[in-house]
């Protein structure tokens, strides 16, 4: 078990969840009262992907971690470079193309 005290908040982080989950993929989905992110992994091969955690905030504590989310990667960007997020692959076509018949 480890404590760490940032912005002078104990914090309790235990073994098991310093190990953390890997994740690739989030969904989001709010209500009025709550914001929902389910964190999973997608492994080539498999068809299903298990959630690996759940996080449920306040509309202000997403607000919260989206602003900190931002600051952080302007943070990385300006020490170790940017952060280039490669075009989607094109899917096959459907359909008809222009001027097919």
Not at 48 to 67: G, M
């Amino acid at each position: 078990m480890a404590d760490t005290n940032p912005f002078g908040i104990d914090l309790e982080l235990d073994e098991q969840v310093a190990q953390g989950h890997y994740s690739n993929l989030a969904i989001i989905a709010h209500s009025t009262s709550e914001f929902i992110i389910d964190f999973a992994a997608v492994l080539p091969g498999v068809q299903k992907a298990r959630v690996k955690s759940r996080i449920i905030l306040t509309p202000e504590h997403a607000k919260r971690l989206l602003r900190s989310l931002q600051e952080n990667i302007v943070r990385y960007e300006s020490t170790i470079g940017k952060i280039e997020i490669p075009a989607p692959a094109p899917g096959p076509a459907t359909g008809p193309k222009m001027g097919e018949a």
